[in-house]
């Protein structure tokens, strides 16, 4: 029981195969009262299903794209816990079309949008929710190697993550006097709604199976594990970093 006693926020959940979701479900086994978000009121029944007869779940929705929802989602998490210890900012979104072909040829409109979502969102969060975080609190986003290394059909998404992660960094330094603590989960491909928004999908997870120095499957449990670590106060030494979560892929060579 980690998280015992501890509230927060896991934006946003689509459905039983989502990270975000492998997340709430753990913190909520260790003790933690998980508020869960939905995009709309759509993916909101699909978050009612997933939390029904189980005890410390509650269901909020935040569009990411509509900046007039932060302050909306603050006033009623305010409303309903008065302070939270910690955010999951599991969001990342692009046009399909910025996901094919080259990224050159990228519009800026798709750009944009891309940007304002997948990574803008996170400092967007922790504006509006500084106030409610309490000291010693813990925020983390999620990222992709695509951040640092050039991969095909990623694109966009690629910048975005490269964004995502130095606001990771900045934001660990604007709230590192309160303890806040400011972490990126980042895990190798995984078979996920989102995920399957990549082209090729299931060669990328079976190149990593296979060259990964750790020879076996990896996926949203061994994500949601990594997260229990950085929401817990055993990582109340750990900000501003990254955490792969891909069996050793990262650090082959050839």
């Known amino acids: 029981m980690l998280l015992e006693g501890k509230k927060g926020l896991v934006l946003n959940v689509l459905n039983k195969n989502s990270i975000a979701w492998a997340i709430a479900d753990a913190a909520n086994q260790h003790g933690a009262t998980v508020g869960i978000g939905a995009q709309n009121e759509r993916f909101l029944d699909s978050v009612n299903k997933l939390i029904e007869g189980r005890e410390r779940f509650d269901p909020f929705t935040i569009d990411f794209s509509d900046q007039a929802q932060f302050d909306l989602l603050a006033e009623q998490v305010a409303e309903k816990y008065g302070k939270i210890d910690f955010i999951v900012h599991s969001v990342g979104f692009a046009p399909k079309e910025a996901l094919a072909g080259r990224f050159i040829d990228t519009k800026l409109e798709d750009f944009q949008i891309a940007m304002n979502i997948s990574a803008f969102s996170l400092g967007r969060l922790c504006q509006a929710l500084e106030p409610l975080l309490n000291e010693d609190a813990s925020v983390i986003t999620m990222s992709y190697v695509g951040s640092t290394r ?12 490269a964004a995502l992660e130095s606001t990771v960094r900045y934001l660990a330094l604007d709230l590192g006097d309160r303890g806040i603590r400011v972490n990126t989960l980042s895990p190798g491909p995984v078979n996920t709604v989102a995920g399957r928004g990549v082209a090729g999908l299931t060669d990328m997870i079976k190149t990593v199976h296979e060259r990964a120095p750790l020879k076996r499957p990896y996926g949203q ?13 055993l990582s109340k030494g750990v900000t501003g970093q990254i955490i792969f979560i891909d069996s050793g892929y990262t650090i082959i060579g050839m």
Do not use: F, I, R
């Open 150 to 161: 050039a991969l095909k059909n990623y694109n966009v998404m690629g910048v975005c993550k």
């Open 221 to 233: 449990e061994q994500v949601a594990t990594s997260a229990v670590y950085l929401l817990s106060d």
